[in-house]
């Protein structure tokens, strides 16, 4: 499906989506709160079929977080960016560690260097950071550790 | 070979020797082989000290021991691999234990959680041993410097170092100048090792 297609079956699905225009795949931005439906149907719709989740990730604009998720079909070979603003406070999202199975290590990393809380994960703690670092969250702009790192 | 040459050619001109012999002098005014010859009628006696011959036969036959960490990784791999062969300088084997090598060459960056592995390792290998640090990020942290949370700063924060690489990564000439010029600071006695074990003996002679 090509994106103009993509995008007509999507704001079927999710109506409260916007798209944003530009970039080689189409890029959905979506509430957090309706993120578990929507990653179900797009994994069990026939026609969207995306069953390949290849990148997870936390970016910090200073005013907020935004998660965004990578997703490709493997028979269809579309690919769209699902982008979904987070509180800096409360920043909690739904897992999809049950949907796409890589999502488990993707999803401890961005709760261990941003401190995103993914509800109903089966096993969230820190990934590489060793222990003593919960509740630092390195990759947060306004992370400070002077000991270790130099302003530039 | 060229040693031969340097030797041959040495006993036919004689020219700058000492009074009793002829020093096998290679280019660059480091020896090829340390030692006068004192020549004889049917060839040469070779008049040297054992210190300069063993730090001769060190230098030539260093053993790494593979620690590549990061990018600088590949290009060290390339320097052991066909074109830019090192075993030509007698790094032959790359020792995978640390007991059986001579030379460390940090390749890559060193990070908080590695730094104590790396400490392990420089600890459990046996005397004398040389460390050299390759690249950037072994030199001072590199691109790591500012605003990194997980980055030593700088190898030589953990093992002391005698040959620092600059190059991100380095190339594998610069890799084998930094080879060359440890071996040169080995036959000149003037690792780090050589000169605290100098001056162990002068104390001891008080």
């Given at each position: ?152 | ?61 260093l053993w790494p021991l593979v620690f590549g960490?990061?990018c600088c990784a590949i290009e060290m791999m390339s320097t052991a691999s066909a074109k830019y062969d090192w075993s030509r300088f007698g790094f032959e084997v790359a020792r995978a ?8 060459i940090?390749a890559g ?25 390759m ?34 990564p380095p190339r594998p000439e610069a890799l084998l100048h930094s080879l ?27």
């Amino acid at each position: 499906m090509t994106n103009e297609e993509l995008k007509k079956r999507i704001s079927e699905i999710l109506p409260g989506a916007s798209f944003e225009e530009g970039g080689q795949w189409l890029n959905i931005n979506m509430e957090a709160k309706d993120w578990r439906s929507f990653s179900n149907s797009l994994r069990d719709l026939p026609e969207l079929n995306f069953d390949y989740l290849f990148c997870l990730t936390c970016v910090d604009w200073k005013t907020h977080l935004t998660m965004v998720y990578h997703l490709e079909s493997t028979t269809y070979r579309h690919t769209i960016v699902v982008k979904s603003k987070l509180d800096r406070n409360a920043a909690e999202i739904e897992t999809v560690s049950n949907i796409w199975r890589t999502a488990e290590f993707h999803e401890r990393e961005v709760y261990e260097l941003f401190g995103v809380n993914f509800l109903n994960h089966p096993d969230l703690r820190l990934l590489i950071l060793p222990d003593g670092w919960e509740g630092k969250n390195p990759l947060r702009k306004d992370f400070e550790d002077p000991v270790n790192m130099i302003k530039l | 070979m060229t040693d031969k040459n340097n030797i041959q050619n040495n006993i036919e001109s004689p020219a700058s020797g000492s009074e009793h012999g002829n020093s096998v002098i290679g280019e660059g005014g480091i020896p090829v082989f340390p030692g006068l010859v004192h020549p004889t009628p049917s060839g040469g006696i070779l008049v040297t000290a054992i210190d300069d011959v063993i730090n001769w036969a060190r230098s030539n036959s260093l053993w790494p021991l593979v620690f590549g960490t990061s990018c600088c990784a590949i290009e060290m791999m390339s320097t052991a691999s066909a074109k830019y062969d090192w075993s030509r300088f007698g790094f032959e084997v790359a020792r995978a234990t640390p007991r059986q090598a001579d030379v460390i060459i940090i390749a890559g960056t060193i990070v908080n959680k590695m730094a104590p592995v790396l400490r392990r390792l420089y600890d459990q290998m046996a005397d004398p041993k040389y460390v050299i640090a390759m690249g950037a990020c072994a030199t001072s942290g590199g691109p790591f410097f500012y605003n990194t949370y997980s980055v030593v700063k700088g190898a030589d924060h953990v093992i002391p170092v005698d040959v620092y690489i600059a190059g991100c990564p380095p190339r594998p000439e610069a890799l084998l100048h930094s080879l060359i010029t440890l071996q040169n600071k080995i036959k000149a006695g003037l690792t780090r090792e050589q000169i605290k074990e100098s001056s162990k003996v002068e104390n001891e002679g008080h």
